[in-house]
């Protein structure tokens, strides 16, 4: 144990530094490292964590030195303040809070105004000429002190703390009804009868020594390391018992001592937009909770602020100390390097800084400041890209509500639930209960919310029609969620408190009722439904990007976000591919940088117009001739698909999947719909009922799909062969270049495997043959069993690439199906089973594990395998960490998921490959 | 390449041996092998496989000194038989036939009667004194020389054969119906037209000379090693290309040359019975295929086996060759000690033995051999176990049809269907479609079969009641398989010929029609369904340890069972124990030799009685008081379950699985049956409908099931422990040791089990506590998901236990759910992706590479840890050798597959632990 245990801080000197969290403690050393840069922090000093562990081993002992130490430390924060720690002339009070080298917010004990007793209490009264002021310090300390150090705060939480109860029947004695209500009588009663309740509860007596209140006070910090709150926090957060708190000891400093006293909350930089000027609010004669309390109107830092408002600030107020704040508004952001969020106080003239930290901002704020930081050579590219939250890119792409009408909507009682805010944005428009009406309004031009108790393959046209989606069940992984996040969609979904009845056509929720084609708004970043409209706009990205609406350089929030991603990009080392399954969707994967398609689900064209017919033709074909007759009606329109997508992607590489769901999916399950196409094909609908039921399977997502379909029906995969190298031959006899990547789905065997390379190759061959075209083309798989990874080496030995299908992988790998999660997910994540969905986050322990044994065996059989991620995991950022770390080529996501996983990408690169592998 | 490439055998000499298998094929090495041992082979010599690489290697050129090699060994084969190939006054005839290190049945080509022409026919004619017999010979030989040696033999199986089409165009010009009934100027004109027919088909001409002859043949047989049905065939069974064949070029002989000639087939001991005397059947003046024609009646080798029948017998005919015979049978026995099947022909009162292998046995068979063997000193008890295929054991324990019954009942065109041999056995009784039928009838005292498109868990208790179980749907693995294995029931699973109308209580098939109550027979070891009754009996071995109606020393069979099971019992290192859900399940389980109980579903138990009544109030209840009301009355019926089970183990271990299935499985879907519950509840039935509705789940299997029940409601796992330990402590308390060891289902990572293991030892300790007692118990998991096994070195840091539970695993390893696999089962096993359903016997490269992660992980964690199975593989011969390999301490299957998992622990013991670990 190092001998030195106390470290002063203040009037510019200090023996600490922001280096030393580890034995100062995060707030310790944040307090040396501003005493360093000389910001003006009320003096104080910090007894170390070794303290505090010190203190554990030897049974609530301190080193010998420490009392002296503590001594001298005093006596140098009292030369600095120019007032004594008990003098009752002038005296010093102090506050004792914890701090440990993590954050551990309200876990450990906190006592403020310490050094009061019935002298210098009188002291503080004409020191500050407010005895009122001074009485209800003491009171306020003595409640502290009686909670914290003398453990009468009780455990239980319905239980009262009795110096709320004394304080409540004092109020009601006098008839008061705020604290402020009391006057100084009152509150030297409520001393008295404090003193007397202390020494009843705890059967001590309130120590008037200040020397005593203090290291009583240093000693219930350290006994609070090991409260239950504390343990339990730690456990929780994966925090080592043996760290243990620091104790900082700091000169109180109050606002609120008369009109030249006055305390605030500013910003380096404005927090909602980024722009780089002084942003904040302040009142005079206040303490820092009166800024936050609302009941007076805070004022704004400076002139810029205020505007045209007819309201003082501080900059004309006090224009010495706004200048004093600004200069060391500078000297923090060069300090710290970022935006920060600083408390100050001024007391008699005198400004203090009490905290600084880096400032919460709006995603837009987040990239403003990183790249202006860059532009002004505050920190490097790098940097900005380490520091940025990949999500917060999302609201560059989002359409948001007015926020005005959307908090009065909310003040008028309109908000009907909160679900799950699975597709950020908002949206707003009228309630539909199904595709068909979502697509016939939206035709009509009417914007529509589509409202489902959960949806379907059948509902995704409807999806694509509606301006938003709100499910009342299903998780943040659910079929809406999935589809919604593709679409770029507005999506709240597992909204639990609406009730939806299909049949009256109504929901009901927060006692209010709407019917279908009345309006409602939901608000997919935060997962709120509101009842009757909000009006929305595109982001101006959209408009630049998708909707061309806007000219680049008519706005320089798309600016912002182009030079972001171009120095990501320049960072990024994985390919970053978009999941595309049409051309819109391609063309906006490319206009947001994708590099190629990672995953083309053949299937989800199956749905347009009407090649659904025809999908359940092949699919209840009772012989292969049917099939095949069904087949090559589907055969143009597959081209024709495969022809624009391949269009949209220029010479970029676009993986195509044969087909994988279960075709049950694509029947028609309603009698009525099953008595239509009866009579389009011609059969008994009786037949057709039962063959509907016979390919029931009691778990489809282990069932026939994948290429157990085309191992048992080949032709399929024939056709959609066929009309890949139809179209590829087409474009490239027109002098196009294409780069077609056939995948194979659910495979669990080499055998598999190959049986359908066989397929995928002799009718690749015979249409190029055919047409005297020559097209490079890869054929791969999905990893995405178990038993795919298990004999990774086997499959790599034909298969030219593997993309890991972390969705199935994921539910397999747990044997979870992520459609029944939802039974269990909510006590899982509050038992700790899992920390996060893994169906969000992938699950790097398990499946992790698996995806790694497969990387391994795959490049082991072939050296430079290609690999990449098209599960929902790929554009999640720390999934794309582990694909960084595990050696993948690319990922691959929803195209309005590729600005984050770009981000996320150029982060994981510079996090290196170092510790995964 | 070896100096020497022709090995003569005969006249007791031979220059090879039974160990060069490599170099001469099997066949040859035989005949080398019988040669040695004195046996009277033909004379004749293999040209061996090196010869074959060669000529391929070469181009179709043979080594130098082949054709002198060849010529020297015509002659010595011309001195041991005594005539001259070629020689038209005596003429030698050989056979040339193709003979690979393995054997690869009817895929390369024979040549008969090499050496025949216009002279040497003559020849034969006077020899034999049969013109006819001759003329026919040669024939015979030019169609084979035609389709083998000038490849005239279409390949297009509908082509026919232009040999044959001459022979019938003959028939139908003299009307003759048989080819017997052609007559020697008929057979000359053949000879003829068969030689104009090659001249105009292959553009050579027919040699006469033999020598040119044989040379042709020799080079056909190696050409044959690489036609295409060889080596799809070798391809198919993983043989390489590069071993070659050998030929054989054997003298020919004949038992059809008069009446002291004849031809048999023998066994050295009762290839049905196993007892240990001469068994066969010959025909004097006979080919070997007159034997197996059926055209006439074989006759009984000796005066055992004729009994009291009115026949002639080899031993009386001739009783010096049947002497010789008889000497030889001792002397092959001795040689191959093992039971032969041997092929003889008598020539002129002279014995020449054409082939001898291990003859096919029945199960009992089988068993006695092998013991008896033991006892004569032939073989030791390793080599008696080691020789047996577990399987066989089977049919000691099910009860079987009368042979002569069936039989007729076939013949009379009763066979209704064929469908997958699920649970080995014979069946018969009157046809019920439901479980409350099945009780019914069976309350009655009348033998029913449940006829079920499948079975579910309400099926249980009439699949219990039922003689035996048959089911249109499933596969060898479905539920109705599963559980009549377990119950040792007879059971048809998969018959697809069979239509059930539930409505109509009907089934049809194979133009048969019966109603319920009619009676139906089914076979269990081979399939058939038959209509009508066939009677049936308990085999002994059930007789004496489950029915205790026959004594063991009254049982020749028993005793033989017995003793053998002794032997593997001394042999094995694997613990053997029983997947067991009631007391008598357990007790059978003790009579079989289990060492405990590996799985005890207490699921099973809750169909019994008024339970089910108590669970569905579990299931359904609102709030967890609803719960645990419901749960108290379930735990002193269990608690009773649980005190039989342990009271039925004794001292041995038994584990027991808290609840498994998802809940949906015991609840009632029927309409009327809702109805009736919500009725007993004082429920809504349209509440309670919804209810039911939702708790369907997309995929039960990776839903709401295992250990995520238990975490969700620990009051289940709490019920259930103090259920066990109640019934634990009472028998503890009344001087009885129990062993209890509860298992964890479905857990999936660490902190999982520890939740639900903190729950078990907290309601064990208050148990133990209450009553005073003190109970050595375990707490261990299934490992049964693949993020079990990829990170059981955390689990196993709480765990004492593993059980891998491979049925699940190998669900979520594979992707495939076992209920809908029957979808495309068949494709796959056709196509090769399997090569055997990986739910009957355990995937060892993919399940296997993770079960062995999981045991390296877990003992890595926990030295010693115990490892067990208890999926259906655990009483899987072939998965038990993998058990063994990898370490396990014990296997866990049926009670009524205990003695087969014995026999293969025994098995895999002797094969050692080295190669898989």
Known sequence: MPDKHVFFFGGGETNGNAGMRDL??????????????????????????????????????????????????????????????????????????????????????????????????????????????????????????????????????????????????????????????????????????????????????????????????????????????????????????????????????????????GTGVAFTRNPATGENHFYGEYLMKAQGEDVVAGIRTPRPMNRLQKGDADVPCLEDEMPEIYGELDTIRLSLEEHYRDMQDLEFTI???????????????????????????????????????????????????????????KHRAIDEGRLMARGINAGPGAATGRIVFNAEDAEKRAVE???????????????????????????????????????????????????????????????????????????????????????????????????????????????????????????????????????????????????????????????????EGERIDWVRRMILAVDELGRKEALSKLLPMQREDFHAIFEAMGERPVTIRTLDPPLHEFLPHKEEEIAELAGKMGVDAGWLADKVTSLKEANPMLGHRGCRLGIVYPEITEMQTRAIFEAACDLTAGGKKVRPEIMIPLVGSAKEYQLQEEVVRRVASEVMEDRGVDIEYLVGTMIEIPRAALTADAIAERAEFFSFGTNDLTQTTLGISRDDAGKFMDDYIEKGVWSVDPFQKLDQDGVGTLIKIGVEKGRGAREGLKIGICGEHGGEPSSIGFCQRTGFDYVSCSPFRIPVAILAAAQAALEGDGEGS
Chains 1, 2 share one sequence.
């Open 445 to 607: 031009g009417e914007g529509v919310i589509l409202v489902r108790i959960e949806t379907s393959p059948e509902d995704i046209r409807g999806m694509y029609a509606a301006s938003g989606i709100l499910t009342s069940a299903g998780g943040a992984t659910s079929h809406a969620a999935l589809v919604a996040r593709q679409m770029g969609k507005v999506c709240v979904v597992g909204a639990k408190e609406i009730s939806i009845d299909y049949r009256q056509r109504t929901i009901v929720s927060g006692g209010i009722t709407l019917a279908e084609g009345d309006h409602i708004s939901i608000d997919g970043t935060t997962g709120e439904v509101i009842s009757g409209m909000i009006e929305t706009k595109p982001s101006e990205v959209i408009q630049v990007l998708i909707d061309g609406t806007l000219d680049s350089k008519d706005s320089v929030i798309f600016r912002d976000y182009e030079e972001l991603i171009g120095w990501a990009n320049g960072i990024r080392t994985m390919n970053v591919r978009a999941n595309a399954d049409r051309p819109d969707q391609a063309s906006a994967a490319v206009a947001f940088g994708a590099e190629g398609i990672g995953l083309c689900r053949t299937e989800h064209m199956f749905f």
């Open 347 to 405: 007391q008699n003239r005198k400004l203090w800084i009490l905290q600084t930290r880096a400032g919460k901002r709006t995603g837009f704020a987040a990239i403003k400041i990183a790249i202006d930081m860059v532009r002004e050579g505050l920190i490097t590219k790098d940097e900005a890209i380490r520091r940025l939250d990949p999500e917060q890119l999302n609201q560059f792409l989002r359409p948001v509500f007015d926020p005005g009408q």
């Open 24 to 261: 100062l403690g995060g707030k310790g050393a944040n307090l040396a490292e501003m005493a360093n840069s000389g910001i003006p922090v009320p003096a104080g000093f910090t007894i170390s964590t070794d303290v505090c562990v010190d203190f554990y081993k030897n049974g609530g002992r301190y080193p010998d030195h420490l009392k002296a130490d503590v001594v001298s430390a005093i006596e140098k924060v009292e030369k600095t303040m120019g007032a004594k720690f008990g003098d009752p002339a002038d005296p010093l009070l102090l506050s004792v809070r914890s701090g440990a080298r993590v954050s551990m917010p309200g876990m450990m004990d906190t006592v403020l105004n310490l050094g009061l007793n019935l002298k210098t209490v009188e002291g503080l009264a004409r020191k500050t000429g407010d005895e009122r002021f001074a009485w209800d310090c003491f009171r306020r300390f003595m409640q502290m002190y009686g909670d914290v150090v003398l453990d009468m705060k009780p455990t239980d939480k319905d239980a009262r703390d009795p110096f709320e109860e004394i304080l409540n029947a004092k109020k009601e004695e006098v008839g008061a009804e705020q604290d402020m209500d009391l006057g100084v009588d009152d509150l030297k009663e409520l001393v008295e009868r404090y003193r007397a309740i202390i020494v009843e509860k705890s059967g001590v007596e309130f120590p008037e020594d200040p020397i005593e209140q203090l290291w009583n006070a240093i000693g219930a910090v350290f006994n609070s390391w090991n409260n239950d709150r504390a343990n339990t926090y730690r456990r929780l957060n994966g925090i080592p018992d043996d760290w243990g708190t620091a104790v900082n000891v700091q000169s109180m400093v109050y606002g609120n001592l008369g009109d030249d006293s």
